[in-house]
């Protein structure tokens, strides 16, 4: 009746985290960003994959390529993260990204173009003898669904990201998830490991005792420790209530092409390893998670609107982003509770009730990796 969930070991313990990041995090699609954040020729973001630091550049023809953030010369780190805090009183090095999307390593110069092939490397590159086809920087994988940019640690093993999302995209394809953009965006960071994060998202029987608002709206969730819930064809929210906010309405134009269910029902997917997509009728909600250790998970959280809604003079996301904010809120605090009762000494795993059936996918998951 009860099945045992991963040992707290896996929840806690470097030696776990470091196997998911070989097993899991370098072997799979991991979002990272939503394209329009790297919209233009020269753009570029670094992103953080489980410790390896991965450069995503916007190159001159408009496409995306993604890198180690090493230079292959000795070594240098091309970029720091745009919101990386710097040293005080440290020196400001120049951005190795040129506008025209070259790639100019701060220390010695190397440079590269937004293929990753060095093209330049001062008193060196004029030598015939000098090999620069061999110093290419070392490639990632990078590839888009959605709006939701993907990158991969290994691509020469890569399988194709459309293997990877299965289903998913069938089952959201009336939601026009592409052209939405960022209306509002919640950076959180959360004292639990990411695989606590994805069951807590994967199941409702928590949803009563720890969203009395979201019951509150979404009834449904509270019936049966949220078992049996028809997450295909959406859940229903309460009577005269179709979407996620305060009031369980908008005054944002429904998604064009939704089914009845999915103009009034919410329907979520969680897109292993590290997105989560929550989806009411003329927003959706994304959580793209940051396994930052074994007790560490930054969550950002994207609130995606119609461009159209964004641009117009009324535009306010507060109706839905504070509310979800309260449902964050309370699921990172229960996270956390999770975190701190695992790594006790006597607990050496957990259970899953019947209703938490969802929560296999995650043991599953680990398993089968
Ligand atoms: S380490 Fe990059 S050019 Fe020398
Ligand atoms: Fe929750």
Redesign the pocket.
């Known amino acids: 009746m009860l099945e045992k969930s991963l040992p707290s070991c896996d929840y806690t313990g470097q030696t776990a985290f470091i196997r998911e990041k070989e097993t899991i995090f370098a072997r799979e699609w991991v979002a990272v960003c939503r394209e329009e954040e790297i919209a233009n020729d020269g753009d570029w973001q670094v992103f953080d994959i489980a410790g390896e630091s991965i450069l995503l550049v916007r190159g001159k023809g408009g496409g995306l390529s993604a890198f180690y953030n090493v ?6 780190r ?1 970029c720091v993260p745009k919101d990386e805090p710097q040293k005080p009183g440290r020196a400001t090095l120049p951005s190795a990204v040129q506008p025209n999307g070259l790639i100019r ?6 440079t590269y173009n937004s293929d990753g092939a060095l093209i330049g ?1 001062p008193f060196l590159s004029e030598d015939p003898a000098f090999p620069k086809q061999d110093f290419s920087l070392y490639p990632a994988g990078c590839d888009v669904w959605a709006g939701f940019v993907f990158v991969h640690l290994i691509p020469a093993e890569a399988r194709k990201l459309a293997d990877q999302l299965g289903a998913i995209p069938d089952r959201v394809q009336n939601y026009p998830l592409g052209s939405l953009r960022i209306g509002h965006r919640i950076r959180y960071e959360v004292d639990a490991n990411w695989k606590i994060v994805c069951e807590n998202y994967n199941e409702c029987y928590h949803c009563g005792p720890v969203h009395p608002e979201l019951c509150a709206l979404v009834p449904a969730f509270r019936s049966a420790g949220g078992a049996g819930l028809a997450w295909d064809d959406g859940i229903p929210h309460r009577p005269g209530a179709y979407t996620f906010t305060w009031s369980g309405t908008s005054t944002r134009a429904a998604f064009p092409g939704l089914s009845a269910a999915e103009r009034s029902n919410h329907k979520g997917e969680l897109a292993y390893p590290n997105l989560f997509l929550s989806l009411a009728c003329e927003h959706v909600t994304a959580y793209i998670l940051r396994p930052r250790g074994p007790s560490r998970t930054d969550v950002e959280c994207l609130f995606l609107f119609a461009p159209e809604e964004i641009n117009h003079p009324t535009f306010d996301h507060t109706d839905a982003s504070s509310f979800w904010d309260t449902v964050n809120q309370q699921d990172w605090a229960i996270c956390e509770r999770v975190q701190q009762g695992i790594s006790s000494r006597v607990h050496e795993h957990g259970y899953y009730a019947p209703m938490e059936d969802a929560n296999l996918d995650m043991r599953r998951y680990i398993q089968e990796r």
Do not use: Q
């Not at 230079?71 to 240098?76: I, P």
């Not at 390593?105 to 190397?110: D, F, L, Q, S, T």
């Open positions: 230079c292959r010369h000795r070594g240098a091309l390593c701060p220390y010695h110069a190397w490397a």
